[in-house]
């Protein structure tokens, strides 16, 4: 009997061990490997948005391939951000004109290529709700549906702190956009958010 429970604990462990070993190879996958956040991007005519490198240690060169339809604007700093085991180069771009480009990305003699598709009628960013009714001390989550994360960037802020506050959450909130807006005293106020400095959104809160 002693000699069988040994076995079953010997095989949990084993079994253990591998299981973690495969959590650890996933999570060195994904967050070790040079890859671009996005391969395919679309947008309308005058709208922003970014592309980014993640997992580099030296310069990249970004490149567009139609500057008459997407041209690209500034070139961010090398940076840092977890749980990417490198750093980052992010360029931002500006849609000009309906049709297509492709955002190249030069880094260690080798090419990572984003297609960039502009036309009309493209996703828009807006809020889940136009319009919200909390107490004071409660809290509600909103979301910006027709945006993503990977390619987009997002302020948020009160027209008036002293009525709601804004607090982005985790980054598994950020990365769903995702907000929360939390009552402080009775009034009216709207939470702000201004998606690729193009598209200004707006959500009316009333608190009771």
Partial sequence: ????????????????????????????KNYSQTALSRTAITREPGAQGFVALRNVNGKVKWTSSNTSVVSLVYQTPLYTERPYTGKISEVDFYCKKAGTSK??????????????????GAAVPKFSKNSVTIKRGQ?????????????????????????????????????????????VKKGTTYVNCVVDRTYKLKCRVTVK
């Fill in 139 to 183: 809290s509600v989550a909103l979301k910006v549906t027709g945006m993503d994360s990977e390619s987009s960037y997002a302020r948020y802020s009160s027209s008036n702190k002293g009525i709601a506050t804004v607090d982005r959450g985790t980054s598994y909130d950020i990365r769903d956009n995702m907000v929360y807006v939390k009552g």
């Fill in 1 to 28: 009997m002693k000699t069988m429970l040994k076995k079953i604990v010997a095989l949990v462990a084993i079994a253990c061990m591998l299981i973690s070993s495969v959590s650890v190879n996933a999570a060195t």
């Fill in 103 to 120: 955002i190249t990305a030069l880094y260690d003699g080798k090419k990572y290529i984003c297609t960039i598709t502009v036309k009309k």
